[in-house]
């Protein structure tokens, strides 16, 4: 089966560090960029950025570059999005989806999203 | 950057009605525009691409038109399965803003 299984939902203080992943299964993982899409509560969908898992080329959206860093372990088929330092406002659900292909850029299939809460 | 505006940003209509959202990019995006619909508390689903081309599996009630700045999507009988909220979203380049969202309720 296609799919995208994201880690679990995820409590962390300001301040603390953190590593969420999605693991792509059932198809070639390293030809299809993933991108990541935060959804804060009750709010719309954003485009946070991609990455190309064959070679590491990434794209942020000038919103979140400098916030996040997104990456990828080809070896085990799995992309990352992560933070040095969480924030209340980091609040969020993050969603990762797979690009249709390498000329459209559209999300075809996507994962179920991880639930990230900071609070102190 | 490009910018995404919806319109409207919510909408409440009866079972059976005919529906239409539109989206207008900043600039031209040629076809390069992807509708979604997101249930209440479910995962983002592609309906159409390519600002027309309807996904394998979605009913044919949702259809997409235009090009360059001006898209729409509409819905030709509105069902209650459909309540959700719609976004769109540009791909002819990073970044791949999305539009804000319209949620369509049943009256």
């Known amino acids: 089966e296609v799919q995208l299984v994201q880690s679990g939902a995820e409590v962390k203080k300001p301040g603390e560090s953190l590593k969420i992943s999605c693991k792509g299964s059932?198809?070639?993982?390293?030809?299809?960029?993933i991108g990541w899409v935060r959804q804060m509560p009750g709010k719309g969908l954003e485009w946070m950025g991609i990455?190309?898992?064959?070679?590491?080329?990434?794209r942020y959206s000038p919103s979140f570059q400098g916030q996040v860093t997104i990456s990828a372990d080809k070896s085990i088929s799995t992309a990352y999005l992560q933070w040095s330092s969480l924030k209340a406002s980091d609040t969020a659900i993050y969603y990762c989806?797979?690009?249709?292909?390498?000329?459209?850029?559209?999300?075809?299939?996507w994962g179920r999203g991880t639930l990230v809460t900071v609070s102190s | 950057d490009i910018q995404m505006t919806q319109s409207p940003s919510s909408l409440s209509a009866s079972v059976g009605d005919r529906v239409t959202i539109t989206c207008r990019a900043s600039q031209g995006i040629s076809y390069y525009l992807a509708w979604y619909q997101q249930r209440p508390g479910r995962v983002p689903k592609l309906l159409i691409y390519?600002?027309?081309t309807l996904q394998s599996g979605v009913p044919s009630r949702f259809s997409g038109s235009g090009s360059g700045t001006d898209f729409t999507l509409t819905i030709s009988s509105l069902q209650p399965e459909d309540v959700a909220t719609y976004y769109c979203?540009?791909?002819?380049?990073?970044?791949?803003?999305f539009g804000g969202g319209t949620k369509v309720e049943i009256k």
């Open positions: 059932g198809y070639s993982f390293i030809s299809y960029w």
């Open positions: 989806a797979r690009v249709a292909s390498i000329t459209y850029w559209y999300f075809d299939l």
């Open positions: 979203q540009k791909y002819n380049s990073a970044p791949l803003t």
């Open positions: 990455i190309y898992p064959g070679d590491s080329d990434t």
């Open positions: 390519g600002a027309s």
